[in-house]
DNA sequence: GTGAAAGCGCTAACAT
DNA sequence: ATGTTAGCGCTTTCAC
């Protein structure tokens, strides 16, 4: 006589067996209804006896029932659920992720977050593959923040934050890297410095490429020639970036400040400049790229490029939820965020201070 | 005669329509097999011919198919994923999911983090509800980063970071609270300070409370009186915290040093001393509780209690994988971490450096 | 070695 | 007003 609910205890009532879901079965069978009238309730439809809906509420609540967003996925096309896919949690991609739970609220929709676990390297097209597994399913639309986008071909509501390939058909919120870097390379020149080094990012990616391109349109604005000798490859990485750094400093003419690709590069520049007995600002002026929290820590603070991480975060679920509202694929609609200079103390007049 | 698929375009063979998914119906159409056996390519299973793997495995290359996680979830009990519920991403939820994403290498688990959005106190029963949404489906197991830890009674593999209630049936990860508070104060009663106040924090919260009684037995230890009019109420927020600080620092006979429950309450006990022309250290001394990046920020930095949010993240998540993995229910384990003083620069000895 | 069929938990037609 | 049924995409017996 009973309706086949997963095996737990006999008749008259408890959840389920330890370990096991509440299932809508086991509402079903509680309540005495069906599990289509179970849904109905629970979906506010029409159709349902006010006492019945009383009943069955009541149920819920006891069970402390709740609708599997799996089973809900696989039926529904739509879940109200947006998802976040960052190579790793690290300061860039939770700093983004604070941004879009701050633009989330009020639109309805719920934010998750998936990390590859830092293991890119392992399998590079991970972020397709992932795509494949959520979207369509469980998710209504993804944001991506890794720093390797390899042109994911994924036609569905999907925003790339500064994705670090070349600018790709799928919308993108990036930062304005050439502005970034021109506004630091300026910086130095207006205190007076002429002979300006740079440690420059990955060269694969775009990001690196605008801010070396940044640097050189900064000198040929203000007249100057680059010297190619004061351009060492940082990689983005502190290792490299300190070896480049060294490499610059030891140079028979050395700069008298460098421009690091990003923050990184720029607290490993100043690390060098600290081994070789060089005091930053008196002896080298630094300016870095990012602003990451660590930069403000730096000794000295680090004057440097802050390019607006969260607001990126916020951006990308606006274009995002628009997207999925409005059904339009939003093509080459590309976001391109101002940044502004932070000046700290690690930049100063050629010379120092004195 | 064709097997029947999702209506896309004829037959041949392009992936889906635009905005589909591929599925496993795709491929089995496009490889002339059926979806069994692609399932069975896809999971390595025995009792396929290579060649017809190989053919399934190149159509599935070209398709870019990848399973739905969605649809694999309500087939198998298994999902090799694990979900962090926080209540919001701020600074504390994000530290611990640097933690957990750190540990969770090498497990074989993935790593989703759902966030409530912040809006928290709208509904309250809010971990539960996503807990019966997620768990059984979708994921493994959780891990709880939640402020507001209502006795979350759900049987399966959970484990809390630092719920602020009391010691519950649930396993979880916190910070040794009163150990830290000790070691604060007897930093303070180390320096000479003998009239020590207090910015309490939320009192419904183990957390707040440990971190009095430890201020508490420091005095007691010490062979010190315990002046009740000492403590003010901070609430763990800032401008409860600069009230109280206020109303400390104008008592007729004022504590030379304060230990703030938080690291946002003792940044604005600071910011209370500058406005009453109060200098720290010079004229009171404060000492924190968490090491909040801004911590170190701060003018001056702050004497502060570490508690390794991290490594709490990594705590939970290892002893996640122990229980998914040992099927035994581990109750009652309680992971307490120690804390450390970090000493900087906005507590010395009463009346000043000089 | 391969395919047909059942079913995970749920929703939405379609009966009754 | 309620129940029955089909099916989302996948895995897994169980026939063939």
Redesign the interface.
Known sequence: METTVPATDGAGGRGPG?????TMQHVAAEAGVSVSTVSKVINGRYGVASETIEHVTGVIERL????????R??RNQRTNVIGVLVA???PFS?EV??G??DA??GTGF??????A???VDAHVGWE???????????VDGAVLVTPTVTEVQY??PIVAVDPHTGPSSMPTVTAHNLQGATLAVDHLIGLGHRRIGMVTGRPDLVSAQLRERGYREAHARAGLEVDESLLAAGAFEPEPARAAARALLTLADPPTAIFAANDLSALATLEAAAELGLSVPDDLSVVGFDNI?ES??ADPPLTTVDQRIRQMGREAITMLVTMIAGEHPLENAHVNLDTTLVVRQSATTPGGTS
Do not use: N, Q
């Open positions: 330890p370990g096991g879901r509440v402390g029932f709740e609708a599997s967003l799996v089973a996925s696989l790793d949690f690290e939770t992720l604070k879009a739970a989330i609220r719920e934010l998750v977050a998936y990390s676990g830092g293991r397709r593959r992932y795509l494949s597994r959520v979207m369509g399913t469980l036609d569905g929290p403000a820590l």
